[in-house]
């Protein structure tokens, strides 16, 4: 990930506008049980994000990172049928669990996440630069990274 926004960045840069999203998870706060090499990387990404806002706003560019908690996905899925497994418990069982500890009561729906990420990526998810001007260049595109897959979207 970081190559790849090290190789879009000039193009952003000259164009004084640009958004980088990494979606990474709720494990950056609170490190996820048997999940100790993406805690990591997630809690770095983080980091590198975090500097990375302070670098290139002055571009006009935006870095953000979305940070979901359990959000039902296959990944999810197959993590709470591994943790059934090693608990000797049912995978409705393992989500009830889960799902007491979360205030809304529920997972997230990977569509909530998506439409968090647009609106990051959009002209209405930017700061005003300076008073009176929102310096939105609506209709760019923005670039999202990351997510349970690790893929990319551009």
């Avoid at 840069?13 to 990494?22: D, E, M, N, P, V």
């Amino acid at each position: 990930m970081v190559a790849l926004v090290s190789a879009l960045l000039p193009g952003m840069q000259s164009r004084q506008f640009g958004r980088i999203l990494f979606i990474t998870s709720l494990a950056v706060k609170e490190p996820i049980e048997n999940l100790a090499l993406s805690n990591a990387l997630r809690a770095g990404l983080t980091g590198y994000a975090k500097t990375l806002a302070r670098e290139v706003a002055p571009f006009g560019i935006t870095v953000n990172t979305l940070g979901p908690g359990y959000t039902r996905t296959e990944r999810v899925e197959e993590v709470f049928a591994f943790r059934a497994q090693q608990q000797g418990i049912s995978l409705e069982a393992a989500y009830a669990q889960q799902t007491a500890q979360i205030p809304a009561g529920r997972m997230a729906h990977p569509q909530e996440i998506a439409d968090v990420a647009v609106f990051l990526l959009s002209g209405p998810g930017q700061l005003p630069d300076r008073p009176g001007h929102h310096g939105g260049r609506r209709g760019r595109p923005g670039i999202a990274l990351g997510g349970w897959e690790g893929c990319a979207f551009l």
